[in-house]
């Protein structure tokens, strides 16, 4: 897919220095740049690389100024930096607008879909699914009886959906993710062994919702396990049955939550983080990687340690602990001296 540099500019509203007709049809590092692809300067410490490289065309500010010759096409915009992420988005809107449903697959009869949406081969949808419109589902996707897709929600290859979940619109689920799967739920018989309960509830995700590869959402035991607004999951996490994450809340990989969790809107919460079950987290708490949170969390806290505590405590214990062995020396050395003054007052 080639693009020269006058329709990169007009996608980016932008002046060219240099020839219109460049063409691109790949992205590069500025240092790794080579003939026919794109790159793009924001940082003035890297100015020197484009006297160098290779890049066909380049994005820079309209501030910049070359002090020599430069030989790479220029696309002069306000902010190289929010335009090279405009333009990536809509390259990948380009490769990813895919339509048509590919054979073989099995749709059923009673499913509904809408206008402009792409189903990929040797992917399964059940009874009564609704599919919204220009959804994209990748092959090897299976969507169980009676969920519910939203319009322009993009699925990759190899998700599982389990029956009765409910997608918005414009979210986003990449491969290897399983949504409704069942929750941890045993309870012991008379004889210690653990029998599974009944997981009859579902999975709601509301709009705008990115959820990484490997991610688990288990379904509620009764009720649904929420997925609010905005929320934005990192690879490998795992959400138990019943937990309500807040809108806007961002999470990274393998933090597991555990069952009936409340977690509140605009929350940062770090990677390995574990929480446990029936507590809540306030609204724009933040969370240190791999702290543990076993209690509940007030609004606008910041938090680390196992179990977690203040960042600020936390920050002060630290400086303790790392002294720890001098701290015990002197301590030792305080007691000796100690014991000999005592001695010289027996004597």
Do not use: W
Not at 82 to 92: A, D, I, M, W
Not at 97 to 107: L, S
Not at 151 to 178: L, R
Not at 296 to 325: C, H, R, W
Request: with cysteine; glycine share 10%.
């Amino acid at each position: 897919m080639k693009f020269t540099a006058q329709q990169i500019a007009d996608i980016l509203e932008g002046d060219i220095v240099g020839n219109p007709n460049e063409e691109v049809s790949k992205l590069s590092k500025i240092e790794e740049g080579e003939k026919g692809s794109l790159t793009f300067l924001s940082n003035p410490k890297y100015n020197h690389y484009l006297y160098t490289t290779n890049s066909s065309v380049a994005i820079v500010n309209k501030t910049f100024i070359p002090e020599k010759e430069i030989n790479t096409t220029l696309i002069k915009v306000e902010n190289a930096y929010k335009s090279f992420s405009k333009l990536l988005e809509f390259y990948n809107e380009v490769k990813n607008n895919k339509v048509g449903i590919e054979q073989p697959n099995f749709i059923a009869e009673s499913s509904k879909k809408g206008t402009n949406i792409y189903v990929g081969a040797f992917s399964y949808i059940g009874e009564n699914v609704v599919i919204g419109e220009n959804v994209k589902i990748y092959p090897n996707t299976f969507i169980g009886d009676n969920a519910t897709i939203g319009d322009n929600t993009v699925i990759f290859s190899g998700v599982k959906i389990y029956s009765e979940t409910v997608i918005g619109n414009n979210c986003k689920i990449h491969s290897g993710a399983i949504i409704g799967s069942d929750g941890f739920g045993f309870a012991p018989d008379e004889n210690g062994e653990y029998k599974a309960i009944p997981q009859i509830g579902n999975v709601l995700i509301e709009d705008n919702v990115d959820i990484g590869s490997a991610c688990t959402i288990d379904r509620a035991t009764m009720g649904s396990t929420i997925i609010r607004k905005g929320v934005k999951l990192d690879n490998q996490i795992q959400v138990a049955h019943n937990v309500e994450i807040g809108k806007n809340t961002v999470i990274a990989s393998q933090t597991g939550i555990a069952g009936s969790t409340k977690i509140g809107e605009n929350c940062m919460i770090g990677g390995q983080v574990g929480i446990s079950g029936h507590i809540k987290i306030g609204n724009n708490v933040k969370i240190l990687a791999q702290a543990g949170i076993s209690k509940s969390i007030k609004d606008n806290e910041m938090v680390n340690g196992t179990p977690a505590f203040k960042v600020q405590d936390f920050n002060k214990s630290y400086v303790y602990f790392k002294n720890l062995p001098k701290i015990i020396s002197k301590v030792n050395n305080l007691e000796k001296e100690l014991k000999t003054q005592k001695s010289a007052i027996n004597e």
